[in-house]
């Protein structure tokens, strides 16, 4: 059966790129507060719903049913199993090789590691730490001579330096397709941790760029724009709120001493009406002597 392509399980988006539209299909997790993609692009038509999360299948995401409700990323599903060094170096080793060997074919290929590193939100080769990552990176790899021309029509600004590419953190000097990008990214992060005009408790500008690898001027700016104020420091109102407890701790006490003190000064009444009695007594005793 194919599954529908609805806007809550397979999004269908499409932007400019080198002046001509390009379309994908994106399926993102659905764990608060995450906001993972996995983009794929289309080439001549739409690819039914189930090719697109059987394609997320393999590369580790867990899809219940029609993945309307349960789309998990690798890493919320405890199948990113981390990989060792050896296997980043060899990783790196390769993708090297890979992208020096000579002929028409080295640009599309650099083109096309970039784009498969913004898409698992890497700044390199060697930031893979799972077999999500390594699967990904190596099915570049695996690709055959005569299906590397589907990556043609490379946009010009994304020609990279060297193999270990510019930190995401430095944003404002990717192309400006990846740059778009992250920016997307961003939005997705921020979306799912911001409500009633501030951010939610645990979150701020800095733990998303912390956790999407950018920097924290491009957090801000996509928020502000986009959103609006980030609110209080999450870290000051966790303070004020212990501030509070205790301050609500101290008014019970003082309830309580005061309670107490009342308590002591009726009780210390009846005690001396109680001596006075008893000394009348004895005064009336002592008299009649």
Partial sequence: MTLPTAPDVIETRSHADAGQKVTEQVVVCSAPGCGFEMATKVT?????????????????WRI???GRKVRLCPAHTGRAKVISSEQVQDLATRF???LTESGPMQDLRRHA??????ELGLSKVTDARNKAHQQALLSLLNESPSQ???MAKPNPERVAESLTLLPLSESLKLPSEAARAQRRKVFHEIEGCYAKSRYLEGFSDETIAKKLLV???MVTEVRETNFGPAGPDPRISELRKQVAALEARIVQIEEVALAIMEQAGTKGEELRHDIASLLDKINKLEGGL
């Fill in 44 to 60: 001549n038509t739409l690819k039914p719903g189930n090719v697109i999360l059987n394609m997320a299948r393999r590369r580790g």
């Fill in 64 to 66: 219940e049913g029609d």
């Fill in 96 to 98: 090297k090789a890979w």
């Fill in 113 to 118: 590691l970039i784009d498969k590193l913004v």
């Fill in 148 to 150: 590397e021309p589907d």
């Fill in 215 to 217: 920097a924290v001027g």
